[in-house]
């Protein structure tokens, strides 16, 4: 198992581990969010796959700046300034999210970091104030790297798949707010906001996307799976060819899903190629039903 680039990692096997880190990272998250500079498309908000763990990468803040990161080798949380100050605290099963919580903070307000944030689950597994809360606190060591291993081969892959595309695209970023792994494409083409769209909506969907990632797995779609979608979604797009064979199209409020389930591919031989395939039929469809020009936006001929 220690050596499995897709390991096995079925949802029920570590939901209660998942919705703990879930929390986590909200918390996290929720830092960055508060004190990184906004960048367009809320490109601010999002973690990072490191090859420890997952990672805010730099926030300024007074003085210089500094990085919170999972640390999921030795199992801790640490934060590390540019004046060369660190502090950590271990990970473990029984860590409650306010145990988390609030070490998290004591050792920022040790380095002089003092973030505001709206302490509250967002989208998430709990709703309870992240201070309050000491029935989420399942940490799976096991599972954890089964989690970061998982990780680390899809954030390979989607980077992969990024390079191949010559116009505006994020990074490959993970979202707290969904706990998903996520990569989305710009046909640079700005677009009207839906009505009742709210503020998240407005910025992030603001222009032509087709967006592409990996979860794993929610009350919805019960088991961990590839994804991609286009937003506005163009007639005719769950007409498009998927491909592997296992690929198929699911409807999600009242869209479409690109859907090509983990468990179908990862004990392939050549499971990163089926992956890459499928991610190019996602993108191919999008695109085709959307009028983008492919050819000019592909970055190698």
Do not use: C
């Not at 990085?67 to 199992?75: A, G, K, L, M, P």
């Not at 590390?80 to 903070?105: H, I, M, P, R, W």
């Not at 603001?206 to 286009?230: L, M, Q």
């Amino acid at each position: 198992m220690k050596n499995e680039t897709f390991p096995e990692i079925p949802l029920e096997a570590w939901r209660p581990t998942k919705n703990t880190l879930h929390l986590y990272f909200q918390i996290v998250g929720k830092i960055r969010l508060a004190m990184h500079p906004r960048i367009n498309h809320w490109w601010h908000v999002p973690l990072y796959v490191t090859p420890r763990g997952v990672s805010t990468h730099t926030i300024p803040y007074t003085g210089g700046n500094f990085e919170i990161e999972f640390d999921f080798n030795e199992h801790v949380l640490r934060i590390s300034t540019s004046d060369k100050q660190v502090e950590d605290f271990a990970l473990y099963d029984g860590l409650t999210v306010a145990d988390f919580y609030n070490s998290l903070f004591a050792n920022l307000a040790k380095l002089g970091i003092e973030p505001q944030i709206k302490a509250i689950p967002y989208e998430a597994p709990s709703t309870t104030p992240f201070a309050e809360d000491t029935e989420n606190k399942s940490y799976d060591k096991e599972y954890v790297e089964r989690f970061h291993r998982t990780l680390v081969t899809v954030d390979g892959v989607l980077n992969e798949f990024r390079g191949r595309f010559l116009g505006k695209s994020t990074p490959v970023h993970m979202f707290w707010h969904s706990f998903d792994l996520a990569l989305t494409r710009f046909s640079g083409k700005r677009v009207p906001p839906r009505e009742g769209a709210g503020m998240v909506e407005r910025e992030a969907y603001s222009h032509e996307v087709i967006s592409f990632g990996f979860w794993f797995g929610d009350d919805r779609v019960p088991a961990p799976a590839f994804y991609s979608y286009a937003a506005p979604e163009p007639a005719g797009l769950a007409d498009e060819p998927l491909s592997p064979a296992d690929a198929k199209w699911a409807e999600s409020n009242g869209a479409h899903l690109a859907l090509l389930m983990y468990e179908d591919v990862r004990t392939q031989e050549n499971a990163s190629e089926a992956v890459l395939d499928f991610l190019e039929s996602a993108y191919q469809a999008g695109a085709n039903q959307a009028g983008w020009d492919a050819k000019e936006l592909k970055a190698f001929a």
